[in-house]
């Protein structure tokens, strides 16, 4: 592969817990979820972004991860994140990390926007992921795309 190649993603937040196992983040605590929990990753740069939908810009090198391996880093971190605030025996939420490639023009020419080829990624943590992905016709959302547009990325506590 070519070693000039930089993916780019822009991650949105979708915080949709219905009880108190864990706190609401604010956009400059979900940035640094991934700008600490990446950190050992010296080849992933990630920032906060003045969007009114996304919130966080990971660059990264597509010779050495694939968009997908980027959202399982994500889940990973934001699942650490998680274990660090739990203050009791209730179960943490389900992380979703469902990711697209965006095909049509920018809706923004804010440096911020999500431009064609960048991937937009929304974070979802989630009572039931089964539930939100339903909710949402995930299924449906995703039957007319190609394989390599899209990924998903489920982490359940056990």
Known sequence: MNTDITGRMLLAHNFNVADDSVPALSREEFAAVFQVGLSNYKTLQCRLVNHPHWTVEILFPTDEFSPEQVGKLCAQALAEKRRSQQTDTAPLPEILVLGGIKTTPPTSDSPDALQPGNWGV????????????????????????????????????V
């Open 122 to 157: 929304d974070v979802v943590e989630t009572n039931s992921g089964a539930a939100f992905l339903q909710g949402i016709a995930w299924d449906s959302t995703i039957a007319q795309k190609p394989a390599d547009s899209i990924f998903k990325v489920e982490l359940k506590e």
